[in-house]
Structure formats: structure tokens, C-alpha cells
């Protein structure tokens, strides 16, 4: 069940207004070391040290979420299923940051999370803790878009945990497909080897 801010919540049903902030954490890679690096970007106007529940972990964590990077991300949708849904994510070019996580690092495939901070309209104070609304991953190389008449932009698609659901299973694999591999034979008794009787402690002499 998704997590919802109660008092925000509230505001919306009572058709309250609501000042509302995005908020994006991806995990890249670095290129060398291969060491995970998070980075947040959201669309407040400075940056900030904002807690946050992990939706993979579960932990509440401080992080750091930079400022002046993150544009537009796309409509998410709540619904039960098997789908993939993609989400777009329109980020600066000329964002630090973004420079940072996409060119430095490698963000392919990296976990992604988007959250949703509100604010009350007079006071113009954190209603809450964010709320989580997306987690997922980076689905493609991020697309830069060269300035036409406007910003530069970088795009980036991501890919709800459900993917994880399409990947083949091991067991799938057959002898044929493995031996594509410069002839590895590693699954050449995969279809009889439930069958075999080998004591315990005893050396099988197949080869």
C-alpha cells in the first residue's frame, strides 16, 4: 500500500490549496571505482538536507537534495498490476549536479526514487514528512536535448520494480542457449541432473 502524508492529504480532499515540490534520488555508479553514489535533485529553491523514507530499505534517512535541476517529471500512476510504467524525467543540462550524475557516472539501470514534498500555502512550511510516489530504475542512457529556443534538457526514462518480474529466469536457460557462449557446456545435464544418485561424500565421474 502506497504511504500517504495525512495532513496533506486532507488538504487536497477538502480541495485546500497546496504549494507541491518533486523530489528525485538516483543511485549511479561510478565509471572506475564502481562505488554507488546518490544523488538528489528537486525542484525547491535551494538546497536542502530533507528526510526521507528509503522505499527499497525502508530506513529514514537525511539526504541532500540539490536545487535548480530537476524540470518536470511526467504523470505517475497508482494502480495494482504487472505493468512496467515508464516515467520521463526532464532534468537542467547546465544543473551541476545533474552534469555530475549522468557524465561522471554511470546512471544505466541505477535505482531511482521520487517523492512529493507539500507545503501549507500561508505558511509556506513542510506539511509533513515527503511522500513516496515512485521507485524503479534508470531504463536507458539518459537523451540530452540541445537548447532550441530554450533550455538544455537531459532526459531520462525510468522503469517501475516491476521489470524485475521480465527478467528471464535461470531456470529457463536450456544447454543450447548456453553453448552460444564460446561453447560452454555448464548446463549440459541440466535436464537429468535431478535424476542422478550420488551418495553423499562420493565424487560423480560424468564429465
Known sequence: MRAVNARAQGQRERRGALVEA?????????????????????????????????????????????????????????????????VSVTLSALSEP?????????ARGARAQIWRRSYDPDSRLPIGDPEPRFKGFVNTAPIERPAAGGEATIEVQLVSTARMLTFTSERKKSDEAQRRREDD??????????????????????S
Open 98 to 106: 545533474v552534469q555530475a550524475a549522468f557524465r561522471l557516472y554511470d
Open 185 to 206: 557446456r555448464f548446463r549440459r545435464y541440466k535436464g537429468t541432473a535431478r535424476a542422478w544418485d550420488v551418495p553423499w561424500g562420493t565424487k560423480d565421474v560424468r
Open 22 to 86: 518533486q523530489m528525485i534520488w538516483i543511485e549511479a555508479r561510478d565509471r572506475e571505482s564502481g562505488d554507488i553514489h546518490g544523488l538528489g535533485i528537486w525542484q525547491g529553491e535551494t538546497t536542502e538536507q530533507i528526510r526521507v523514507t528509503d522505499m527499497f530499505s525502508g530506513a529514514t534517512e537525511t539526504r541532500t537534495f540539490f536545487n535548480l535541476g530537476l524540470i518536470s517529471i511526467s504523470s505517475i500512476r497508482y494502480e495494482t498490476g504487472l505493468d512496467i510504467r515508464p
